[in-house]
């Protein structure tokens, strides 16, 4: 069982910045975040390979957002820069305990935390 932590969501100005931060209490391959806009269904923004520090983006944040770990603390972070106002969602930290899925598979996640609100004024 894995434990997930978020914090750092809040309201933020259009090209504004933030920074998420999510603790896992446990063990995995990859740790990554998500998103879900009102209406939406949940879709990938970013992850990270715990041990080899691999990155994977979606299209829509590669060059804006950053995901990063402390593998030694086991926390996972995302740097938001840039921010618009289609990144306004409630973001998730998840994990897959092995690399058997693709790290953008919604449906192939082990542990997700309970969200954390972004909103992005414009």
């Known amino acids: 069982q894995v434990h997930l932590e978020e914090s750092g969501g809040g309201l933020v100005q259009a090209g504004g910045s933030l920074r998420l931060s999510c603790t896992a209490s446990?063990?995995?391959?990859?740790g990554g975040w998500f998103r879900q806009a009102p209406g939406k269904e949940r879709e990938f923004v970013a992850a990270i390979n715990w041990d080899s520090g691999f990155t994977y983006y979606s299209d829509s944040v590669q060059g804006r957002f950053l995901v990063s770990r402390d593998n030694a603390r086991r926390i996972l972070y995302l740097q938001m820069n840039d921010l618009l106002g289609e990144d306004t969602a409630i973001y998730y930290c998840?994990?897959?305990?092995?690399?058997?899925?693709?790290?953008?598979?919604?449906?192939?996640?082990?542990?997700w935390g309970q969200g954390t609100q972004v909103t992005v004024s414009s």
């Open positions: 446990g063990p995995s391959y990859r």
């Open positions: 998840a994990v897959q305990k092995t690399s058997s899925y693709p790290a953008k598979d919604v449906r192939r996640i082990d542990y």
